[in-house]
C-alpha cells in the first residue's frame, strides 16, 4: 500500500472545497471531504485507478480520478501517490496546471 501525500496546492483546494460547501453547511462540508478523503485513500492500493492525464489532453505525467464533480490530478511515484491538484470538473484545468 503506497502512502497518500498532497502538494501544497493540493491542500489549498481542499480549504477551498470546504469553505465554499460550508457557506450552506459546516457539517455537509466536513461529511464531503470526509468522502472525498475516503475515495482518495483507494489510489493507495489502487494507483492506476484513473485515466492518463493525456486522455485529457493534459500535457503533464500525471493521472486524473474523478471523485463526483471534481478532478484530482495525481502522480504515481515510487513510494507514494502524491496528489496534485483537487480542481471543480467546470474548471479551465488545462490552463491552471500548465
Same mark, same amino acid.
Given at each position: 500500500?503506497?502512502?497518500?501525500?498532497?502538494?501544497?496546492?493540493? #491542500?489549498?483546494?481542499? #480549504?477551498?472545497?470546504?469553505?465554499?460547501?460550508?457557506?450552506?453547511?459546516?457539517?455537509?462540508?466536513?461529511?464531503?471531504?470526509?468522502?472525498?478523503?475516503?475515495?482518495? #485513500?483507494?489510489?493507495?492500493?489502487?494507483?492506476?485507478?484513473?485515466?492518463?492525464?493525456?486522455?485529457?489532453?493534459?500535457?503533464?505525467?500525471?493521472?486524473?480520478?474523478?471523485?463526483?464533480?471534481?478532478?484530482?490530478?495525481?502522480?504515481?511515484?515510487?513510494?507514494?501517490?502524491?496528489?496534485?491538484?483537487?480542481?471543480?470538473?467546470?474548471?479551465?484545468?488545462?490552463?491552471?496546471?500548465?
Amino acid at each position: 500500500m503506497l502512502e497518500v501525500r498532497f502538494t501544497n496546492s493540493a #491542500e489549498f483546494d481542499l #480549504e477551498d472545497i470546504a469553505d465554499f460547501i460550508s457557506k450552506d453547511s459546516q457539517s455537509r462540508a466536513l461529511k464531503y471531504l470526509d468522502k472525498m478523503q475516503n475515495s482518495i #485513500e483507494l489510489l493507495a492500493n489502487n494507483p492506476k485507478l484513473g485515466i492518463s492525464c493525456n486522455n485529457k489532453n493534459v500535457d503533464l505525467d500525471c493521472r486524473i480520478f474523478i471523485f463526483e464533480d471534481y478532478l484530482i490530478f495525481y502522480r504515481v511515484l515510487q513510494d507514494s501517490i502524491l496528489i496534485i491538484r483537487i480542481l471543480h470538473s467546470s474548471t479551465n484545468y488545462k490552463k491552471i496546471l500548465v
